[in-house]
C-alpha cells in the first residue's frame, strides 16, 4: 500500500543569470571536479546563494576552488548541481540570460513507502527548459574554514615557480614524496620539487614572522598557475 501525506511541502526560488559569465565562473571552479571521485556527490558544484551574491564550488575532497558571482535574489539557498550535465547544456545555448527555478520538496520518511526530498532545478532559456535532478547539499564535503589565520602575500610569478618545481615530482610514484614543498626559513621564501635523483629550487628573499613548511599536490599548484592571473593572499593555521 501507499499513501501520500499531507506534510509534503514545496518550496520555490527564482533567480537569473547570465550564460556567458556562468560559464566563466564554472570552467575555474570545475578544475578539481572529476567524473568519477571516490565520494559520488563531488561530481557536482556546490552552490550557495547568499546576500546576492552565488558563490560556486567545486573539489574532489581536498582541493576546492570557489567562485563568486553577484545575482538578483533574495532568498537564500544551498544546492549540489550535477557538474557534467550543467556544463554540457550551457555549451549549447548561445549568450543569453537563464532563469533559474529552484524547486524543493520535503518529503517524509515516516512512512512506508518513505517520500524522500527532492531538489529539482529548472532552466529557462529562448529555445526551452532543461530540468536538472540536484543532490541534498547535506552531503556535500565542504572546504576547510581557516580560523584564526596568519595571512601573507604571494607574487604571481613564485606561483609560477611552485609550478615549474611541481614537474620534478613523481605523482605515478607514491613511494616517492608526491608534494611540492614551499618553505619559509631565515628570511627566504623557496619552492622545491624532486623526484630523488633531481631536484629544482627556486629561492628569493622573504620577511615571515616564523620558519615554516607547506606542502602542496603537483596538481594543485599547476592548476592555481593556470587560472591566478594576479598576486594572491594566502591564510594558512597550524
Known sequence: FSRRPSTVIAIMIQFSINSKELKSKLEVSGKFVSKNPAVPVLENFWFVIKDKVLSITGGDGQNFISTHLPIACTEDLELCVPADKLRSLLSKLPVQEIQFSYNTTVGDTKIF??????????????????????????????????????????????????????????????????????????????????????????????????????????????????????????????
Open 113 to 238: 513507502p518513505p517520500i524522500p526530498d527532492t531538489f529539482i532545478l529548472y532552466m529557462q532559456h529562448f529555445s526551452g527548459e532543461y530540468e536538472l535532478t540536484c543532490e541534498d547539499p547535506v552531503y556535500y564535503i565542504k572546504p576547510p574554514v581557516v580560523k584564526d589565520p596568519k595571512v601573507f602575500s604571494l607574487e604571481r610569478e613564485f606561483i609560477k615557480h611552485c609550478s615549474d618545481a611541481s614537474k620534478f615530482v613523481p605523482i605515478e610514484n607514491y613511494s616517492k614524496f608526491p608534494y611540492t614543498l614551499v618553505r619559509f626559513k631565515g628570511g627566504t621564501l623557496s619552492s622545491v620539487g624532486c623526484d630523488g635523483s633531481n631536484m629544482l629550487q627556486i629561492t628569493k628573499p622573504f620577511n615571515h614572522e616564523q620558519d615554516l613548511d607547506l606542502y602542496f599536490a603537483p596538481k594543485t599548484v599547476q592548476t592555481l598557475n593556470s587560472i591566478l592571473e594576479a598576486d594572491v593572499v594566502m591564510e594558512y593555521n597550524n
